[in-house]
């Protein structure tokens, strides 16, 4: 075998191990989400309020790789104090941008602090902005927008966990 077949050979093959398989990400990613999550309560201050339910984070490389993982969702119910007012029933669908840029998913899961108001009279909206401090990675900040169903009203701080699932 000659030095050029050999070299072309080692380059294919170390070339090969370079690209990102389907589904696989590769470098830093930039995540969103859709969710739909339900529920309620009554907090004014102290009690407690909690929207739980799924969604799908998407994360997009910089060469267009994509990947999508199902995750569960939880706002509110980390504790029956915070500095929130919510009471009613709420059915909100949503979209969440600029989940962050990471190189895995499990660096989006995690608990995030948010702020928040949304309203429900049959049908309402509501927007969130929710960080996310974390050692080892980028801070995080996102911010979403909702369409709701229900009679409700929340406004405030509250805590959000994603869960991969």
Do not use: H, W
Not at 121 to 147: H, I, K, P, S
């Amino acid at each position: 075998m000659s030095v050029k077949a050999l070299l072309a050979a080692l380059l294919l093959v170390g070339g090969l191990g370079s690209f990102a398989q389907a589904g696989e990400l590769r470098g830093p990613s930039a995540c969103g989400m859709k969710f739909e999550v339900k529920g309620g309560g009554l907090q004014i201050i102290v009690g407690e309020f909690v929207l739980k339910g799924k969604g799908v984070i998407t994360c997009e490389d910089a060469y267009g790789n994509q990947t999508k993982t199902p995750v569960r969702i939880q706002i509110g119910g980390q504790s029956p104090v915070a500095l929130k007012i919510a009471a009613g029933y709420l059915r909100v669908a949503g979209v969440a941008t600029g989940l962050g840029y990471t190189r895995t998913m499990a660096n989006v899961a995690g608990k995030y602090l948010v702020l928040g108001a949304q309203a429900s009279l049959g049908v309402g909206a509501g927007a969130q902005v929710a960080a996310r401090f974390q050692r080892n990675d980028a801070a995080t900040l996102n911010v979403n927008l909702q369409v709701e169903k229900g009679l409700g009203v929340s406004i405030g701080f509250s805590s959000m966990t994603i869960s991969l699932m």
